[in-house]
């Protein structure tokens, strides 16, 4: 008697074209930011203004896709493929000058306590191609907070977040800024101070000052009463153009991921 396994159809080798066999990974993938990263009016634009520059096409569209692509995480190997390597495989493209992601979640309480990047990323009740970030507000909420108080003759703000690595994760391109008001009696603002966080380029290259993960990061602020200050307000602002500065009261196009008051005795 003859004996035929067919062994589940799994093909020796696969190209790029794995979305007729994967229809739930592929249709799942491609609605995340990921999928389309080169293809955005965003990328586009400053892809222009960078002429064209092939150098970001390495994170943003490695394989010749609208954006990051299967063969991208899963390697240039041939079925069966190994099981995705959480974090280095993201590593390729979210550790790099400009990108700390992944060397900051290596150092964070969440890789000792043995939470990956799917733990956060993934969007819960879906496979694992339902990638989740920034880009989406709701992701965002609750995230980080703000916290004052006086000591001295100073004003002490405290920042503290749950993101598994700096915040803003991510690259040169995301800001949270901590926006500082003094007002008077009335309300109106006396004084105001900001301050970024993210990565930074005074001239000599490329610096990361985003807020590292597991530890409050602490702004002081010197003679908060002056000019007749009773009440301080702080708002944490989460900003996606890294240029933009947020202004006073209003901050369009700014997420508020935190806010506090304190009045001055
Ligand atoms: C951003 C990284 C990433 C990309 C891009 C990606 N995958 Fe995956 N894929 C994973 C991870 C993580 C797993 C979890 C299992 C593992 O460790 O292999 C996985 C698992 C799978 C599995 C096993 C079954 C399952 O759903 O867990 C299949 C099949 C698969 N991917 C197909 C694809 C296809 C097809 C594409 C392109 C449309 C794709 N993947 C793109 C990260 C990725
Ligand atoms: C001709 C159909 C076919 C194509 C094309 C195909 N696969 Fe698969 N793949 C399968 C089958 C069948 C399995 C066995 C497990 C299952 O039923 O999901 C599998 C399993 C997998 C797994 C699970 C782990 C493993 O290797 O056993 C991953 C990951 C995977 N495929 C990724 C891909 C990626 C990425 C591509 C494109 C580069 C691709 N596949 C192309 C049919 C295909
Ligand atoms: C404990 C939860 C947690 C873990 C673990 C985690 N992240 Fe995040 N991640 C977040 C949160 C929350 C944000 C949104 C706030 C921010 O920008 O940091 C974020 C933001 C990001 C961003 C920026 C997205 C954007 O659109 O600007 C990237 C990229 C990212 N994470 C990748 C990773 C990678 C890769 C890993 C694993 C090495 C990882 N994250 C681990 C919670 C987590
Ligand atoms: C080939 C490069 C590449 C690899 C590999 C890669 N990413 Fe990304 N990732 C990107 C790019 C580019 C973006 C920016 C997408 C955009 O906003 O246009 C991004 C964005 C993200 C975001 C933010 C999504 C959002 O909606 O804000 C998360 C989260 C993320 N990646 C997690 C991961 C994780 C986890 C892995 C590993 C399993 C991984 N990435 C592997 C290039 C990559
Ligand atoms: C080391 C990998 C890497 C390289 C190289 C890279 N990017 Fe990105 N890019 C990312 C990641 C990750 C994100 C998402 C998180 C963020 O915006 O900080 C992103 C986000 C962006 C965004 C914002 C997308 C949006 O919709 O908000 C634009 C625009 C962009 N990149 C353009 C470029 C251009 C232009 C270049 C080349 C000059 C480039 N990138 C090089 C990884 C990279």
């Not at 203004?49 to 970001?56: L, P, Q």
């Given at each position: 008697?003859?004996?035929?396994?067919?062994?589940?159809?799994?093909?020796?080798?696969?190209?790029?074209?794995?979305a007729?066999?994967?229809r739930a990974?592929?249709?799942?993938f491609?609605?995340?930011?990921?999928?389309?990263?080169?293809?955005?009016?965003?990328?586009?634009?400053e892809?222009?203004?960078a002429?064209s520059?092939?150098?970001?096409?390495?994170?943003?569209a490695?394989?010749g896709?609208?954006?990051?692509?299967?063969r991208?995480?899963?390697g240039?190997?041939?079925?069966?493929?190994a099981s995705?390597?959480?974090?280095?495989?993201?590593?390729?493209c979210?550790?790099?000058?400009?990108?700390s992601?992944?060397?900051m979640?290596?150092?964070?309480n969440?890789?000792?306590s043995?939470?990956?990047?799917?733990?956060?990323?993934?969007?819960?009740?879906?496979?694992?191609?339902a990638?989740?970030g920034?880009?989406?507000?709701?992701?965002?909420?609750?995230?980080?907070?703000?916290q004052?108080a006086?000591?001295?003759?100073?004003?002490?703000?405290?920042?503290?977040h749950?993101?598994?690595h700096?915040?803003?994760g991510?690259?040169?391109?995301?800001a949270?800024?901590l926006v500082?008001?003094?007002?008077?009696?009335n309300g109106?603002?006396?004084?105001?101070?900001?301050?970024r966080?993210?990565?930074?380029?005074?001239g000599?290259?490329?610096?990361?000052h985003?807020?590292?993960?597991?530890?409050a990061?602490v702004?002081?602020?010197?003679?908060?009463?002056?000019?007749?200050?009773?009440?301080?307000?702080?708002?944490?602002?989460?900003?996606r153009?890294?240029?933009?500065?947020?202004?006073?009261e209003?901050a369009?196009?700014?997420?508020?991921l935190?806010?506090?008051?304190?009045s001055?005795p």
């Amino acid at each position: 008697m003859i004996v035929v396994v067919v062994l589940a159809g799994v093909p020796a080798q696969a190209d790029e074209d794995c979305a007729p066999c994967h229809r739930a990974q592929a249709e799942e993938f491609a609605k995340t930011a990921m999928a389309r990263s080169a293809a955005t009016p965003a990328f586009q634009k400053e892809w222009a203004e960078a002429n064209s520059d092939k150098a970001c096409l390495a994170c943003h569209a490695p394989s010749g896709r609208l954006g990051v692509a299967c063969r991208d995480c899963h390697g240039g190997g041939e079925h069966p493929f190994a099981s995705v390597a959480i974090p280095d495989a993201c590593g390729r493209c979210h550790d790099a000058p400009g990108e700390s992601t992944v060397r900051m979640f290596k150092g964070s309480n969440a890789a000792r306590s043995g939470i990956t990047c799917l733990d956060c990323h993934l969007e819960a009740g879906q496979g694992h191609h339902a990638f989740r970030g920034a880009s989406d507000p709701a992701f965002l909420q609750n995230v980080a907070t703000v916290q004052l108080a006086l000591a001295d003759e100073r004003l002490i703000a405290s920042i503290r977040h749950l993101a598994g690595h700096g915040l803003p994760g991510g690259t040169t391109g995301r800001a949270v800024w901590l926006v500082l008001r003094g007002l008077d009696p009335n309300g109106r603002t006396v004084w105001i101070e900001r301050q970024r966080f993210g990565w930074r380029n005074d001239g000599s290259g490329w610096q990361d000052h985003s807020l590292a993960p597991d530890r409050a990061t602490v702004v002081e602020i010197e003679a908060p009463g002056r000019d007749g200050t009773v009440a301080v307000e702080a708002r944490l602002l989460y900003g996606r153009q890294p240029a933009t500065k947020p202004a006073g009261e209003a901050a369009a196009g700014f997420e508020e991921l935190s806010r506090a008051a304190i009045s001055l005795p």
